[in-house]
């Protein structure tokens, strides 16, 4: 009979305990539907001290970051915590991990864990993802790696990079679809009451976007116009005029001082407008792209589908009961 497969999971303090509790149901779930012990789940701390968790609940190690680890580790995993880009590195951990990923068939993390890989040099040329309200920190901070900051998980090589806290669930499952098969892992799935693949990527979930005006004060106050009035005509000839400025002028001032063209912000408040109307249950998709002032619900579908990820019809089925 072969050796149960060794998954550690890195837990530091002030871990996010979902990044750890998430997979580790996973994992035992599928030993559950194998009827063998495939896995070997362990949690890995800086000492064998309780690990307090974001939410104060503490987590028992089973193993020490430090020594070499006494058995081979399959699958490393790395959890997030809430202030991980924020932490001084530590020199010890950095060399354990690179140690332990070096010899492990693959590794990975959960949420914003990418960024002690990142500092450790274990994501270097490689396509990652991560929570989307840090992912662009992550590409800020570390030019040499790709950020997809859609993507709920991604596999690149070795390496598995999993989004925010539940796409932790994703990840392990996809981990083990790999090792025992589709069968297993939709019947993994189906206990835990989970998608199998999720639908859409996690743009769906982020609530970042450009709604807060920046830039001098005549460009923050045609922007709380622009959003206050989102179906008006914000074309760059309206609103050059509405600050007194030649189209040519405005523009290249817009774009130096906001960041981006008029026609990208403008479309993306327009994208902010419709997401709140959708979530509101009343308005179908239809109604919601004329009073966000898309030409046609196809208009608007195509734009709702590049910045969101799924249709507005798909965006109101699955997000307005919770708003009703």
């Known amino acids: 009979m072969a050796a149960a497969r060794a998954i550690a999971i890195l837990a530091l303090p002030g871990v996010q305990l979902l990044d750890v509790s998430g997979p580790l149901d996973v994992f035992a779930e599928a030993n559950a539907q194998a009827r063998k012990e495939v896995y070997r789940p362990l949690v890995v701390g800086v000492s064998l001290a309780p690990v307090r968790s974001s939410s104060g609940v ?11 680890p006494d058995e081979k580790i399959h699958t490393l995993l790395v959890a997030g915590c809430p202030d991980i880009a924020e932490r001084p590195t530590d020199p010890a951990l950095i060399g354990w991990l690179r140690a332990v990923a070096t010899g492990a068939r693959r590794y990975g993390s959960v949420c914003s864990g990418a960024f002690l890989l990142a500092a450790a040099g274990l994501l270097d040329g490689r396509r990652v993802t991560t929570h989307w309200a840090v992912a662009a920190r992550l590409a800020a901070r570390y030019p040499a790696v790709t950020v997809d900051e859609d993507a709920i998980h991604v596999r690149d090589g070795r390496l598995r990079t999993a989004a925010g806290v539940t796409a932790g669930l994703d990840l392990a499952l996809a981990l083990v679809e790999e090792d025992l098969g589709r069968d297993i892992a939709m019947k993994v799935a189906s206990q ?103 030409a046609d619900a196809d208009t608007l579908r195509r734009a709702f589908s590049r910045h969101v990820g799924v249709t507005p019809a798909e965006y109101r089925k699955r997000y307005a009961q919770a708003a009703r």
Do not use: N, Y
């Not at 503490?58 to 070499?68: K, N, Q, S, T, Y």
């Not at 001098?216 to 922007?223: D, I, N, Y």
């Not at 989102?230 to 050059?240: C, E, G, R, V, W």
């Open 58 to 68: 503490r987590l028992m190690p089973d193993r020490v970051a430090g020594p070499p």
């Open 192 to 294: 835990l009451v989970m998608f199998f693949k999720r639908p859409g990527g996690q743009r769906q979930f982020s609530r970042e976007g450009a709604i807060v005006p920046s830039g001098r004060s005549a460009l923050q106050e045609l922007q709380r116009w622009v959003i206050a009035h989102p179906a008006a005509d914000h074309s760059i000839t309206a609103l050059a005029k509405r600050t007194e400025l030649s189209p040519r002028h405005f523009a290249r001032l817009f774009r130096g001082e906001v960041g981006v063209s008029p026609a990208a912000w403008v479309e993306s408040i327009r994208i902010a407008a419709a997401r709140q109307m959708l979530e509101s249950g009343r308005e179908a998709p239809k109604q919601v792209a004329a009073r966000c002032g898309f």
